[in-house]
Each structure stands twice: as structure tokens, then as C-alpha cells.
């Protein structure tokens, strides 16, 4: 089968759905390749270095649309400005159209598509489940969006993010509040982490704590016990309660941080309005707030989609919602193997013929049409990526390990013990005595000595004392001078084997420990 | 030599044996230690040879001594480190069977004489004893050498009654040993000696075939202890002082040093010599399984990882030993050191066949010692420590022993790894461990996958930092 990469048209876009690297491995899936001239030009793929990875270069467009069986795009289908034909025309009956299309959103487009009578795979509708991640198109592309929301960030606020004391004077670090903890969020976290600001964070599903955590953040914690997970690893909307006690965090911290990055979003809704016209106005002179959530709507109301704007009291909102974009040859490498994935899900037998498999839970979940049938939304996912928190059973404690051990439980053996001593003193003739006291004796030594023992001596310990225990050599010694010649014999063997032990093993502890050095 | 003289001189080396155990405590005094376990053994078995005891045929003691030496001299040359566990169990098969041995010597020869009757009881009570410990010991050690080499698949061997099986062997033997404490008055109880023998036997290769690899390392020095034991046993026979007290410093020691690796995994003693690790009946954890994605990588991507790191931590486990990777893991270091990194080893207890297992090997590659630290020492430094390199370790790391209380090793303390920005692990397939269960931390959204032979991946790590 062919796949087609075609040049996105959408204004600004600079992104590729496929690289020269990408390319190889598809070959591989037993693939041929076939890019437009000049596709890969604004992320810095070109035409040469495509086609020396084995791609055909295809200069008309339509030809290229017309020639492909499975055609890769970014950008869902939409009037192309030169050809002034919408992209959705140039498909025929039969091909396979890859990219991210939107489908809550895009209604009607999914219609003109489905009469198109081809396959649709949605690459934002690729499930969450652990096995989709490599082809989680959205995971890649935020990641990308919350690293460049720090480097928007850092471009227009005039100081350091790192505090530094220097020969003028000192500097203090940045704040930085991030408002959603996904993965655009940690990226956001990680970056501004790394270039030395004070990070903090907050989200409403409690169980990303970690996760933030783990990137360098101090996680915020409200005054209030709701669980904003929802299904998938998205989050839901919360309670009237707890919304309040959220904006009156958000209150508060806006007055402190420099810089504030919000994230939140919730699956097929405007997104949530955090950061109010008050907030911003507390907020001091020259901070910066960026909005990933622009293009829903905008978490900060004051938010202008697609641009930045600067408010009367000098705090610039950014509300790019090209962020990926903006780094468009590391998001077009990380697109095109998101797609790579995809297909290689999609190619089981490795030689190009591409198989759309509805068992197949990634593939059914970005499958929007199938054949002319629309099949979205899919059915909801089974597993969540982050495990949800176990509610219902809490760990069952263990009663009978916790049970303290009773007086008498712990005393029950010395007092047998005690017992058949008295009853073996009762018996037993002194001389026997006066050994067994020379014998528990030492065992309360060897239980002193060895008590603090350091764990890596105790393979040297264990050979040392293998070697001393062959002190029953004495027995054997004794019993050679016997009359008898078979009992001789066997003394003979005793003291034999026992000399192996004596020599083995003090070499072998002489040599374990002569490694052991500072 | 007067019989005080032999006294004496077991006096001074059963005080140079304490001194050996309490050497062996720390690195510092620990070859002083060993040094003073050598001149102990060399005056008790000079003191005995000249003694009143030794009358005849002293050259059969030097060729027997000799040759046995040279044996034992040779083998200490040239084993491998990584084959320390089996030689150290083989050694303990020796004492055994020489407790054995000792102890047919002793019943056999009838010149000696008792006073009274009771005495006469105490004395073939106690050779009974002592040929008990040291059979099971022989046995016992015999076994876990095949295991440890592996001759004997190390899976453990569950009879379906196997509990009762050994509470069987013991009322029988208990049963002939009353038989044979009343035939002895008669002369012909030899024949009971032997059957329990036969049992003792038994016994010690049904407890170790029971035992799972995971657990070898306990039972190593529990043999250990066993041997120390029959040593006590034979000294009371013998009515030896010398051997009463070394013997029971060797049990003693042994009990608590397997006493100590029991708690090192949480685990009960008598659990462990019942049997049954793996035996804790394997329940739901593996249907439930979810093909999950593994990130799997190759050496590239973890010397790009550890050249960026600022610090590393090395987890090592068997899969070292049995590649034999500590000196390339040793040179891996060494680059690491050159470009700044911080370097340390975790080592959990249990880690390897045998205690101190890894350290032994570490040691071999000459890693310093004050590199190398404990579960309890290390453990809170993963949260930040950028890279945790894992090298054939398994079980010891599995999270799932904080997490699942189903989990057979549910409550063992293990190292905290999956806190490291990332973790690398190198192993060979995705097979579970020796507790026979997944492990978590595979499909971990920080941990990359080596899957390669230890020794090559770590050659292959240094070529590319």
C-alpha cells in the first residue's frame, strides 16, 4: 500500500506528518511512501532528505491525494486555499485517512467524510489505555505544548526564572503556578523546574500528587475531599464546594506567583474558567499567564484565543493554541512516530496491507468511520492509563500478624525450656552437667559476637565458621589411635575430610577477604 | 603433653575462635579474625595429637591431614566467586559426614567404660544426636550444592503432605531412637543407628528439595548452624570441651545469622525451613495480566541516560553473578566516576544464592567498600537519585511487596528503585523471578528495558559513554 503525506494548509501550520526517519520504518511495514514537495520545508524535513530516506516526492497535490491508499495528515481535512477545493473532496472510496480530526467537534465534517465512503482514523481519539501510549498522538503533542508554554513564558517576562546572587545584587527565582497536572502540565512543571523557578501545582485528581512530585513541584492541597477523576485519566467536573475553595486558592496565589500556566481541561466541554479578571489585576506588574486551554475557551477569562494580549496593569496573557507548532520539527518527529505506531498496530504481517482490527482496542477507539460507517464514539475505555485509586477495598489489615503476642505466648517456651532442663538436672550425672552448662554458655557467646555482624561479611563469616565447626577433627584425631582397624579407617577418612574443610575454607575466607578493600 | 597442657591449650583456642567470630564483625578487623581462626585450629590439633589421647599411628593423621589439606588448599585457589555459595555448601556436607563418621567411630569401639547406667544412656543418647545433626547436615548440604550449582532445578519440590511427612520422620525417629538406646545394653543396635541414619537422610534432602531458590541463601546458613550443632553433639559424646563450645559458637552463630536474613525478608523462620516460598499457593496475580507496554532500549540510550545523570545507583542481583558482570560493571563505574557522576551499589539481604553474595563479587572487582550500602542505608536516596541502574536483580525491587497483600512476597522490605527519575534494567527476558512472580516495575513509565546478557550490556555501556 502507498501512503500519501500531503502539505498542511492550515494557516500557521508547521507541522509534518511524517519525517525522513519515520519513513524508514515504514518501509520496513512494507509501505511505499510518497510526500509533497515541500511538506516537511517549516519543520526543517526537505525534500531531499526525505527522499534520500526512500520517499517519493510528488509535486501536484491531487495526484498525490489520488495516488495513496492511506493518507497521513496533521490537520483534519479543510479547504485547501490554493486548489479552493476542501481537502475532503480529494478523497476517494477505499482510502484511509490518518490525523487528528476532532470528531465531537467536527459533526459535520465526520458526515462529509462518512459519504466519502473510506476509514477515518482519529489520532485524538486514540484511547488511554497503557498499551496506546506509544500512539498517543495527544500525550506527545502536550508534552510539546507544556515544555513551549515555559519558553513562551520565560519570552516575555523580564527576569530570570533561576534565583542567583550575584556581584549586583541578588535575584530571586521565579514562581511558577501550573493549573492542571497532565501531561502538558508536567512538561510545563519539568521545564520551568529545570530553568530554576519555584514551581508549584495544582489539580484536582488527587492521585497525580506523586507524579508532580516527581517532576519538582510542590503540590497545592485544598481544604476539601473530592475526587476530580474521571474516566479514561481525564478529570470531571467538580462540586460547586469545591470549585469555590479552589478559586479562593487560586486567589490567593495569583497575588504571589510570577507566572501562571493553566492546563485544565475536561474532555468534550468549554474549559473551565479559573484565573478571573480579579485575579489577574492582583496579579503584580509584568507576570505572565499562559493559556493552553485556549482554544476551548481559555481557563483565564480574560484569555484572547490564538493571541497575546497585555492588560492595563502589564500582565501578559498568552493564549496560543499552536503551541506544538511553534517546536514544529520535534512535534512532527514525535507526530510521525505516534503514526508509525499506529501502523505498525495496524500491520501485523508486515507487508503493507494495512488492517483496520475492531478487536483491537487502540485501533477501534480512533477508528471514527469505517467503510462509509461512522463508528465514534467508540466504546469507553476498560483501563484507565494512571491505575484508579481503589476505593472500595481498603487493604484488609492484618489482624493476626499486628496481634501483639501475649504475656504468656511469650513466655510459653522458656517455661518448657526451664521445665526440661530441671527434669534433665534431675537425671543427669554432673559431669554431664558441667558440659551442657560449658555448651548453653557458648551459645550465649556466639549469640553476642555475632549480633552486629555487617551485612556484606556474612559470606567471609559463613566460611570462617564452616572452617572452625571442622574442629570435630579432634574427635577423629582421638579416635585413630584405636586398635581396631576398621574404625582407623574411618577416623583416617574423618580427619581427611575434615582437613579439606580446615585448609578450604580459611583460604577461601583469606581470599574473599583480601578483596574487601576501603 | 600432660592432659593440662591440652587444656590449656584448648583454652587459648577457643579463645582465638571467639575472637575470629568477633572479627569477622567488621571489615576493619575482620582478616585479623580469620588469622586468629587459623592459629585456634592449628594449636587444638596440635594440642590433640600430642596429647595423652594419640598414642598410635600419627603418620596416618599427616598423610590424612596432608592430603586432605592439599585437596582443600587447591579447591579455595580456584573456585569463582560467583561459585562461593556451592563451595561453602559442599564444605558443610564434609563436617557432617565427618560428624557422622565420629560419631560410628565412637559407638563402635568398646573400649570405652561407664560407670554407671544412666551415664551408658547420656552417651548413646548423644551419639544418637549428634549422628542425627550430622547426617542431616550431609544430606542436606549435599543438596543444596546440586541446587546452587544447578544439578537440581532450583524450583522448590512441595510433597502434597509434606508437613506431615516430616513429623513422621521425627516420631520414627524418636521411636528408633528409643530401640536402639534399649538394644544397645544387648550389643545390636547398630542396626538402628543405621536405619536412623537412613531417616536423618531422608530428612535432610526432603527439607532442602522444599526449599525455593529464593530462600537458598537461609539455608546455607542454616547448615551452617547444623554443622556447628553436630560438632556440640559429637564434643558431648567425646566429652570435649573444646568441641562443646566451638561447635556451639558456629550453631549459635549460624541460628542468628539466618535469624537476621529471615527478618532482612520478612520473612518466619520456621516458614522458611517448612518449606515453600513460592509455596504461599500462587494466587490470583497472574490471570488478571494486561499486555502492558515495556520501553525497551539498548546501551545508546542508557550511557545518554547515566552520562546525564549526577547521580546513579547500581542495584546488582544474581543475574550478575551468573554473567559474571561485576568487572565490566566494575569498569562501567569507573567511566561514570571519570565524568563526575556519583556512583553507589544498593544491596538487599537477600540479594543473590547466598548472604553477602554480592558483596563478595563487588569486593572481587575490587569495588571499595564504603561504596557499598544496605537496603536501610540507601533506600531514601532513590527518590534523588536520577538513574537506578539494575543490574540481574528482580524480586528484591518488585513494588509489589509495599502494594499487594496477595502477593506471595507481600511485606518483604525491598529497595525503593521505582522512586529514581528513571531505572534501567538489564535482564534478559521478561520472565519473572524467583518468587515466581511479575514484576511491576517493567511496565513503569520510567524504567527502560535492557534486555541483553549483563556482562555485554555492560561492555556495551562503557564503549558508548
Not at chain 1, 511505499?32 to 516526492?57: C, W
Not at chain 1, 482510502?95 to 487528528?100: E, G, N
Given at each position: 500500500?502507498?501512503?500519501?503525506?500531503?502539505?498542511?494548509?492550515?494557516?500557521?501550520?508547521?507541522?509534518?506528518?511524517?519525517?525522513?526517519?519515520?519513513?524508514?520504518?515504514?518501509?520496513?511495514?512494507?509501505?511505499?511512501?510518497?510526500?509533497?514537495?515541500?511538506a516537511g520545508a517549516k519543520a526543517n524535513f526537505s525534500d531531499e532528505a526525505y527522499r534520500q530516506s526512500g520517499?517519493?516526492?510528488?509535486?501536484?497535490?491531487?495526484?498525490?491525494?489520488?495516488?495513496?491508499?492511506?493518507?497521513?495528515?496533521?490537520?483534519?481535512?479543510?479547504?485547501?486555499?490554493?486548489?479552493?477545493?476542501?481537502?475532503?473532496?480529494?478523497?476517494?472510496?477505499?482510502?484511509?485517512?490518518?490525523?487528528?480530526?476532532?470528531?465531537?467537534?467536527?459533526?459535520?465534517?465526520?458526515?462529509?467524510?462518512?459519504?466519502?465512503?473510506?476509514?477515518?482514523?482519529?489520532?485524538?481519539?486514540?484511547?488511554?489505555?497503557?498499551?496506546?501510549?506509544?500512539?498517543?498522538?495527544?500525550?506527545?503533542?502536550?508534552?510539546?505544548?507544556?515544555?513551549?508554554?515555559?519558553?513562551?513564558?520565560?519570552?516575555?517576562?523580564?527576569?530570570?526564572?533561576?534565583?542567583?546572587?550575584?556581584?549586583?545584587?541578588?535575584?530571586?527565582?521565579?514562581?511558577?503556578?501550573?493549573?492542571?497536572?497532565?501531561?502538558?502540565?508536567?512538561?510545563?512543571?519539568?521545564?520551568?523546574?529545570?530553568?530554576?523557578?519555584?514551581?508549584?501545582?495544582?489539580?484536582?485528581?488527587?492521585?497525580?500528587?506523586?507524579?508532580?512530585?516527581?517532576?519538582?513541584?510542590?503540590?497545592?492541597?485544598?481544604?476539601?475531599?473530592?475526587?476530580?477523576?474521571?474516566?479514561?485519566?481525564?478529570?470531571?467536573?467538580?462540586?460547586?464546594?469545591?470549585?469555590?475553595?479552589?478559586?479562593?486558592?487560586?486567589?490567593?496565589?495569583?497575588?504571589?506567583?510570577?507566572?501562571?500556566?493553566?492546563?485544565?481541561?475536561?474532555?468534550?466541554?468549554?474549559?473551565?474558567?479559573?484565573?478571573?479578571?480579579?485575579?489577574?489585576?492582583?496579579?503584580?506588574?509584568?507576570?505572565?499567564?499562559?493559556?493552553?486551554?485556549?482554544?476551548?475557551?481559555?481557563?483565564?477569562?480574560?484569555?484572547?484565543?490564538?493571541?497575546?494580549?497585555?492588560?492595563?496593569?502589564?500582565?501578559?496573557?498568552?493564549?496560543?493554541?499552536?503551541?506544538?507548532?511553534?517546536?514544529?520539527?520535534?512535534?512532527?518527529?514525535?507526530?510521525?512516530?505516534?503514526?508509525?505506531?499506529?501502523?505498525?498496530?495496524?500491520?501485523?504481517?508486515?507487508?503493507?496491507?494495512?488492517?483496520?482490527?475492531?478487536?483491537?482496542?487502540?485501533v477501534r477507539g480512533a477508528t471514527v468511520i469505517k467503510e462509509g460507517q461512522i463508528t465514534w464514539p467508540p466504546?469507553?475505555?476498560?483501563?484507565?492509563?494512571?491505575?484508579?485509586?481503589?476505593?472500595?477495598?481498603?487493604?484488609?489489615?492484618?489482624?493476626?500478624?499486628?496481634?501483639?503476642?501475649?504475656?504468656?505466648?511469650?513466655?510459653?517456651?522458656?517455661?518448657?525450656?526451664?521445665?526440661?532442663?530441671?527434669?534433665?538436672?534431675?537425671?543427669?550425672?554432673?559431669?554431664?552437667?558441667?558440659?551442657?552448662?560449658?555448651?548453653?554458655?557458648?551459645?550465649?557467646?556466639?549469640?553476642?559476637?555475632?549480633?552486629?555482624?555487617?551485612?556484606?561479611?556474612?559470606?567471609?563469616?559463613?566460611?570462617?565458621?564452616?572452617?572452625?565447626?571442622?574442629?570435630?577433627?579432634?574427635?577423629?584425631?582421638?579416635?585413630?589411635?584405636?586398635?581396631?582397624?576398621?574404625?582407623?579407617?574411618?577416623?583416617?577418612?574423618?580427619?581427611?575430610?575434615?582437613?579439606?574443610?580446615?585448609?578450604?575454607?580459611?583460604?577461601?575466607?583469606?581470599?574473599?577477604?583480601?578483596?574487601?578493600?576501603? | 603433653?600432660?592432659?593440662?597442657?591440652?587444656?590449656?591449650?584448648?583454652?587459648?583456642?577457643?579463645?582465638?575462635?571467639?575472637?575470629?567470630?568477633?572479627?569477622?564483625?567488621?571489615?576493619?578487623?575482620?582478616?585479623?579474625?580469620?588469622?586468629?581462626?587459623?592459629?585456634?585450629?592449628?594449636?587444638?590439633?596440635?594440642?590433640?595429637?600430642?596429647?595423652?589421647?594419640?598414642?598410635?599411628?600419627?603418620?596416618?593423621?599427616?598423610?590424612?591431614?596432608?592430603?586432605?589439606?592439599?585437596?582443600?588448599?587447591?579447591?579455595?585457589?580456584?573456585?569463582?566467586?560467583?561459585?562461593?555459595?556451592?563451595?561453602?555448601?559442599?564444605?558443610?556436607?564434609?563436617?557432617?559426614?565427618?560428624?557422622?563418621?565420629?560419631?560410628?567411630?565412637?559407638?563402635?569401639?568398646?573400649?570405652?567404660?561407664?560407670?554407671?547406667?544412666?551415664?551408658?544412656?547420656?552417651?548413646?543418647?548423644?551419639?544418637?544426636?549428634?549422628?542425627?545433626?550430622?547426617?542431616?547436615?550431609?544430606?542436606?548440604?549435599?543438596?543444596?550444592?546440586?541446587?546452587?550449582?544447578?544439578?537440581?532445578?532450583?524450583?522448590?519440590?512441595?510433597?502434597?503432605?509434606?508437613?506431615?511427612?516430616?513429623?513422621?520422620?521425627?516420631?520414627?525417629?524418636?521411636?528408633?531412637?528409643?530401640?536402639?538406646?534399649?538394644?544397645?545394653?544387648?550389643?545390636?543396635?547398630?542396626?538402628?543407628?543405621?536405619?536412623?541414619?537412613?531417616?536423618?537422610?531422608?530428612?535432610?534432602?526432603?527439607?532442602?528439595?522444599?526449599?525455593?531458590?529464593?530462600?537458598?541463601?537461609?539455608?546455607?546458613?542454616?547448615?551452617?548452624?547444623?554443622?556447628?550443632?553436630?560438632?556440640?553433639?559429637?564434643?558431648?559424646?567425646?566429652?570435649?570441651?573444646?568441641?562443646?563450645?566451638?561447635?556451639?559458637?558456629?550453631?549459635?552463630?549460624?541460628?542468628?545469622?539466618?535469624?537476621?536474613?529471615?527478618?532482612?525478608?520478612?520473612?518466619?523462620?520456621?516458614?522458611?525451613?517448612?518449606?515453600?516460598?513460592?509455596?504461599?499457593?500462587?494466587?490470583?496475580?497472574?490471570?488478571?495480566?494486561?499486555?502492558?507496554?515495556?520501553?525497551?532500549?539498548?546501551?545508546?540510550?542508557?550511557?545518554?541516560?547515566?552520562?546525564?545523570?549526577?547521580?546513579?545507583?547500581?542495584?546488582?542481583?544474581?543475574?550478575?553473578?551468573?554473567?559474571?558482570?561485576?568487572?565490566?560493571?566494575?569498569?562501567?563505574?569507573?567511566?561514570?566516576?571519570?565524568?563526575?557522576?556519583?556512583?553507589?551499589?544498593?544491596?538487599?539481604?537477600?540479594?543473590?544464592?547466598?548472604?553477602?553474595?554480592?558483596n563478595v563479587l563487588l569486593a572481587e572487582a575490587n569495588v571499595p567498600y564504603d561504596e557499598v550500602f544496605e537496603?536501610?542505608?540507601?533506600?531514601?536516596?532513590?527518590?534523588?537519585?536520577?538513574?537506578?541502574?539494575?543490574?540481574?536483580?528482580?524480586?528484591?525491587?518488585?513494588?509489589?511487596?509495599?502494594?499487594?497483600?496477595?502477593?506471595?512476597?507481600?511485606?518483604?522490605?525491598?529497595?525503593?528503585?521505582?522512586?529514581?527519575?528513571?531505572?534501567?534494567?538489564?535482564?534478559?527476558?521478561?520472565?519473572?523471578?524467583?518468587?515466581?512472580?511479575?514484576?511491576?516495575?517493567?511496565?513503569?513509565?520510567?524504567?527502560?528495558?535492557?534486555?541483553?546478557?549483563?556482562?555485554?550490556?555492560?561492555?556495551?555501556?562503557?564503549?558508548?559513554?
Amino acid at each position: 500500500m502507498k501512503i500519501g503525506v500531503p502539505n498542511e494548509v492550515h494557516t500557521g501550520e508547521k507541522r509534518v506528518a511524517t519525517t525522513p526517519e519515520v519513513i524508514k520504518f515504514l518501509q520496513k511495514l512494507g509501505y511505499t511512501v510518497a510526500v509533497e514537495s515541500g511538506a516537511g520545508a517549516k519543520a526543517n524535513f526537505s525534500d531531499e532528505a526525505y527522499r534520500q530516506s526512500g520517499a517519493e516526492i510528488i509535486n501536484n497535490t491531487k495526484s498525490l491525494w489520488e495516488s495513496s491508499n492511506i493518507i497521513l495528515k496533521v490537520r483534519a481535512p479543510e479547504q485547501h486555499p490554493d486548489l479552493n477545493i476542501n481537502e475532503c473532496d480529494l478523497l476517494k472510496e477505499g482510502q484511509t485517512l490518518i490525523s487528528f480530526i476532532w470528531p465531537a467537534q467536527n459533526e459535520s465534517l465526520i458526515q462529509k467524510l462518512a459519504e466519502k465512503n473510506i476509514n477515518v482514523l482519529a489520532m485524538d481519539s486514540i484511547p488511554r489505555i497503557s498499551r496506546a501510549q506509544k500512539m498517543d498522538a495527544l500525550s506527545s503533542m502536550a508534552n510539546i505544548a507544556g515544555y513551549r508554554a515555559v519558553i513562551e513564558a520565560s519570552h516575555h517576562f523580564g527576569r530570570f526564572f533561576t534565583g542567583q546572587i550575584t556581584a549586583a545584587g541578588k535575584v530571586p527565582p521565579a514562581k511558577v503556578l501550573v493549573i492542571g497536572a497532565g501531561v502538558a502540565g508536567l512538561a510545563a512543571i519539568g521545564a520551568a523546574n529545570s530553568l530554576g523557578a519555584i514551581v508549584r501545582s495544582f489539580d484536582t485528581r488527587p492521585e497525580v500528587k506523586e507524579q508532580v512530585e516527581s517532576m519538582g513541584a510542590d503540590f497545592l492541597l485544598l481544604d476539601f475531599e473530592e475526587d476530580g477523576s474521571g474516566e479514561g485519566g481525564y478529570a470531571k467536573t467538580m462540586s460547586d464546594e469545591f470549585i469555590a475553595a479552589e478559586m479562593a486558592l487560586f486567589t490567593e496565589q495569583a497575588k504571589d506567583v510570577d507566572i501562571i500556566i493553566t492546563t485544565a481541561l475536561i474532555p468534550g466541554k468549554p474549559a473551565p474558567k479559573l484565573i478571573t479578571k480579579d485575579m489577574v489585576s492582583s496579579m503584580k506588574d509584568g507576570s505572565v499567564i499562559v493559556d493552553l486551554a485556549a482554544e476551548q475557551g481559555g481557563n483565564c477569562e480574560l484569555t484572547l484565543p490564538h493571541d497575546v494580549n497585555v492588560t492595563d496593569n502589564g500582565v501578559t496573557i498568552i493564549g496560543y493554541s499552536d503551541l506544538p507548532s511553534r517546536l514544529p520539527t520535534q512535534s512532527s518527529q514525535l507526530y510521525g512516530t505516534n503514526l508509525r505506531h499506529l501502523l505498525t498496530d495496524m500491520t501485523p504481517e508486515k507487508d503493507g496491507q494495512m488492517i483496520i482490527d475492531m478487536e483491537d482496542e487502540a485501533v477501534r477507539g480512533a477508528t471514527v468511520i469505517k467503510e462509509g460507517q461512522i463508528t465514534w464514539p467508540p466504546p469507553p475505555p476498560k483501563l484507565s492509563a494512571t491505575p484508579a485509586v481503589k476505593q472500595t477495598e481498603p487493604v484488609p489489615v492484618i489482624t493476626k500478624e499486628s496481634k501483639k503476642p501475649t504475656l504468656l505466648r511469650q513466655s510459653l517456651p522458656l517455661i518448657i525450656s526451664a521445665l526440661i532442663l530441671y527434669g534433665l538436672g534431675s537425671v543427669a550425672p554432673s559431669s554431664f552437667m558441667t558440659h551442657f552448662t560449658v555448651f548453653v554458655l557458648s551459645c550465649f557467646i556466639g549469640y553476642m559476637v555475632i549480633w552486629n555482624v555487617t551485612a556484606s561479611l556474612h559470606t567471609p563469616l559463613m566460611s570462617v565458621t564452616n572452617a572452625v565447626s571442622s574442629i570435630i577433627i579432634i574427635g577423629a584425631l582421638i579416635q585413630i589411635s584405636s586398635s581396631d582397624t576398621l574404625l582407623v579407617a574411618l577416623a583416617f577418612i574423618g580427619i581427611l575430610i575434615t582437613s579439606i574443610n580446615i585448609s578450604g575454607g580459611f583460604a577461601v575466607t583469606r581470599r574473599m577477604l583480601k578483596m574487601f578493600r576501603r | 603433653m600432660s592432659g593440662g597442657l591440652v587444656t590449656v591449650s584448648y583454652i587459648g583456642a577457643i579463645i582465638l575462635f571467639v575472637m575470629t567470630l568477633g572479627g569477622l564483625s567488621h571489615q576493619e578487623t575482620s582478616r585479623k579474625g580469620n588469622l586468629y581462626g587459623m592459629i585456634g585450629m592449628t594449636i587444638a590439633v596440635l594440642a590433640t595429637v600430642f596429647g595423652p589421647e594419640v598414642t598410635t599411628n600419627i603418620h596416618l593423621i599427616v598423610i590424612a591431614m596432608l592430603i586432605g589439606g592439599s585437596i582443600g588448599f587447591t579447591l579455595a585457589k580456584k573456585v569463582e566467586m560467583t561459585q562461593m555459595p556451592e563451595l561453602v555448601a559442599i564444605l558443610h556436607s564434609l563436617v557432617g559426614l565427618a560428624a557422622v563418621l565420629v560419631g560410628y567411630v565412637n559407638f563402635m569401639d568398646e573400649s570405652i567404660s561407664f560407670p554407671t547406667d544412666i551415664e551408658k544412656v547420656i552417651h548413646e543418647v548423644e551419639i544418637y544426636i549428634g549422628v542425627l545433626i550430622g547426617a542431616v547436615t550431609f544430606s542436606g548440604s549435599v543438596i543444596a550444592f546440586g541446587k546452587l550449582s544447578g544439578m537440581i532445578g532450583g524450583s522448590p519440590l512441595l510433597l502434597p503432605a509434606r508437613h506431615w511427612f516430616n513429623l513422621g520422620l521425627l516420631i520414627l525417629s524418636i521411636w528408633v531412637g528409643y530401640e536402639f538406646v534399649h538394644q544397645a545394653e544387648a550389643g545390636n543396635a547398630m542396626m538402628y543407628l543405621m536405619i536412623m541414619t537412613g531417616i536423618a537422610l531422608l530428612f535432610g534432602i526432603h527439607m532442602v528439595m522444599a526449599i525455593g531458590g529464593a530462600d537458598m541463601p537461609v539455608v546455607i546458613s542454616m547448615l551452617n548452624s547444623y554443622s556447628g550443632w553436630a560438632a556440640a553433639g559429637i564434643g558431648f559424646t567425646l566429652e570435649n570441651t573444646a568441641l562443646i563450645i566451638t561447635g556451639a559458637l558456629v550453631g549459635s552463630s549460624g541460628a542468628i545469622l539466618s535469624y537476621i536474613m529471615c527478618k532482612g525478608m520478612n520473612r518466619s523462620f520456621f516458614n522458611v525451613i517448612l518449606g515453600g516460598f513460592g509455596a504461599t499457593e500462587q494466587s490470583t496475580n497472574t490471570s488478571s495480566k494486561e499486555q502492558k507496554p515495556v520501553k525497551s532500549g539498548n546501551a545508546e540510550d542508557a550511557a545518554f541516560l547515566m552520562k546525564n545523570a549526577s547521580s546513579v545507583i547500581i542495584v546488582p542481583g544474581y543475574g550478575m553473578a551468573v554473567a559474571q558482570a561485576q568487572h565490566a560493571l566494575r569498569e562501567m563505574v569507573d567511566t561514570l566516576k571519570k565524568n563526575d557522576i556519583k556512583v553507589t551499589y544498593a544491596i538487599h539481604p537477600v540479594a543473590g544464592r547466598m548472604p553477602g553474595h554480592m558483596n563478595v563479587l563487588l569486593a572481587e572487582a575490587n569495588v571499595p567498600y564504603d561504596e557499598v550500602f544496605e537496603l536501610e542505608e540507601i533506600n531514601n536516596d532513590f527518590a534523588n537519585a536520577d538513574v537506578a541502574f539494575v543490574i540481574g536483580a528482580n524480586d528484591v525491587t518488585n513494588p509489589v511487596a509495599k502494594t499487594d497483600p496477595q502477593s506471595p512476597i507481600y511485606g518483604m522490605p525491598v529497595l525503593d528503585v521505582e522512586k529514581c527519575k528513571s531505572v534501567l534494567f538489564v535482564k534478559r527476558s521478561l520472565s519473572p523471578g524467583y518468587a515466581g512472580i511479575d514484576n511491576d516495575l517493567f511496565y513503569k513509565e520510567n524504567t527502560l528495558m535492557l534486555f541483553a546478557d549483563a556482562k555485554k550490556m555492560t561492555e556495551n555501556i562503557t564503549k558508548n559513554l
